[in-house]
């Protein structure tokens, strides 16, 4: 029984190939995968959602530029995405050079300059989108507990699964890595958890509310990191600084020439540039491997069919493999995130040695 | 490379809409959350503490109440034991007077009828002696139809009487 199952199953992918070979002869252009990626990764002042033969289904997004001239303008992208090269009230996408993709601003000597550019492109939309799913999710988890006192009986279902979620990272991660004054800090490493979690997986989800690649974006991560720096150096104890400017080595290593100082300096800024490369990296990453990977049905369409079918079987199996991956790397990510920056507050709190 | 450059646009909304989340659930969520786990960590703890000593208390109950009962049963044993006690002596105080009463009622009787019977033969001895003398009159009355042997009889009665006071 199951083998006919698998053979049925292959017919049934076989059948599929056929119209993909009827439509060969009229697939003239090549599929260029590395742009295909690229776009992805990259932000956009439009959010595709779909294509439906020529058809092009897309969410048209504000632009809002200030420029020195002219102040701040605001119009919808739709003016710009007409046409290739199109301008309006003085603006218009670059095609080419350092601002590619870009919104920039055409001088009258034909200059191309890059205003100020605050547009809500398609990662800051979906920014939004994720920061209103995680206040909306913790919120409503919240709301439980406004309403309960300490003897109703514990949360089922959904709340008591976010419960479970929290008191995991706030008990394994926040209270074992920060010590003692961990209360103060919970807040700050939940909610970076979360929002890191929850963009992490909206941006797995390949349509519309999801699909943003926002926390494989270098802006949102240098945020983040800049958060846990700050989080560790404003409120470092006596002793972190002392460990930092006069550590605990031979004086050789520290009197004449600052050597362990100047290290130790060096690290306060390596710390959040490691946190912001790895998350950034990490996601842009996943987001890239997994449209290679599906980049190879369009690539091999044109292979004949033995080719594209087989092709396809193994991207389709490839991407879903890649995909359960991706969400294993969405928890790991915000947990290792999470997790380090509790570790670098907890180094933050250290207390005079007893020696 | 513009993959490593942080848009000016994009760090603008990020620094925003991180902010107002972090605000809003630092302020509304996670405290929230974790403060209301932590009073229910410390009631169930409390509750535990709370039902050890009520089971302790009910331990030391049902010991005591247990004691009673046994105390209970050896009262009841007791008790049963002595009205077993009481009630065979009473029966036995019974059946003794009963004897007696009996015995006495029986020697009454028996006093009566030995009355009685006295009385019967006392009686009869009266109608034996009524009887013996009618009869003896009788007889005499033939025998001394006349009077010489009227005379006869006299003498030798008399005879007899001196014979006897002579003796």
Redesign the interface.
Known sequence: MKAMKYIAGLVLCLMLAIPVKASEPQEAEKVDAKEIVFHH???AYEWHITSWGDKHFSLSLPI?VYSNESGWHCFSSAHLLHSEGETYEGFKIATEGDYEGKVVEVKANGEEVRP??????K??LS??IN?LV??GV??Y??RW??R?S??SP?PKGFVGF??MF??MI?EDVIKSCVGKDYKKY???L??AF??IFVNNIMGLIPVFPGGGNVTG????T???AL?TFLAVNLFGTKEYWKEILWPEVPTWLKCPVPLMPAIELFGIFTKPFALMIRLFANI?AGHSIILALTSIVFVTAGMGAVISTSMTVVSVLFCIFMNCVEVLVAFIQAYVFTMLSAVFIGMSRAEAHHS | MSLLVPDSGLLFWMLLSFGIVFFVLAKFGFPVITKMVEERKQYIDHSLIVAKEANEQLANIKAEGESILAKANEEQVRILKEAAEARERIVREAKEQARIEGDRMLAEVRRQIQAEKEDAIRDIRRQVAVLSVDIAEKVLRKNLDTDKEQMQMIDRMLDELTHVSKN
């Open positions: 990764i990259q932000d809002i100020f550019d605050l547009s809500i492109t990662t800051v920014l939004f920061c995680v206040i913790i919120l988890t919240a507990y406004k309960s300490p003897e514990a976010m419960e929290i008191m706030e919970s807040p700050y939940l909610t979360f929002f974006n270098i802006a949102v240098v945020v983040l958060c842009m």
